[in-house]
């Protein structure tokens, strides 16, 4: 089993920072593929970034691209997501997935490890 731990959130004015970690623990050599994916109030969990272990390759759900970074730390089996620029409109509760595939898949049914999740509120 794996279990992920996110952190890192909290309430910050429209153009500021903050960067959430997720940290994995357990059977950790299985995962190829780590994801962020958020949720607003009201609405469906959207994907929001993926890194592969592997290549390092990376992929953004338009609406965060130049704003988001998602990296990882191999010897801390954790991975980061650095967001920028901040709107109001990205406020939501941000999940952190994993999966033993090698992908970089933006459905939510391709994760099966996930964290409990960590509040980001943007105010205006």
């Known amino acids: 089993q794996v279990q992920l731990v996110e952190s890192g959130g909290g309430l910050v004015q429209a153009g500021g920072s903050l960067r959430l970690s997720c940290a994995a623990s357990?059977?950790?050599?299985?995962?190829?593929?780590m994801a962020w994916f958020r949720q607003a109030p009201g609405k469906e969990r959207e994907f929001v970034a993926v890194i592969r272990w592997g290549d390092r390759s990376t992929s953004y759900t338009d609406s965060v691209k130049g704003r988001f970074a998602i990296s990882r730390d191999n010897a801390k089996n954790t991975v980061y997501l650095q967001m920028n620029s901040l709107k109001p409109e990205d406020t939501a509760v941000y999940y952190c997935?994993?999966?033993?595939?090698?992908?970089?898949?933006?459905?939510?049914?391709?994760?099966?490890?996930w964290g409990q999740g960590t509040q980001v509120t943007v105010s205006s």
């Open positions: 357990g059977r950790t050599f299985g995962i190829y593929t």
């Open positions: 997935a994993g999966t033993e595939y090698y992908t970089l898949s933006r459905q939510n049914s391709s994760y099966n490890y």
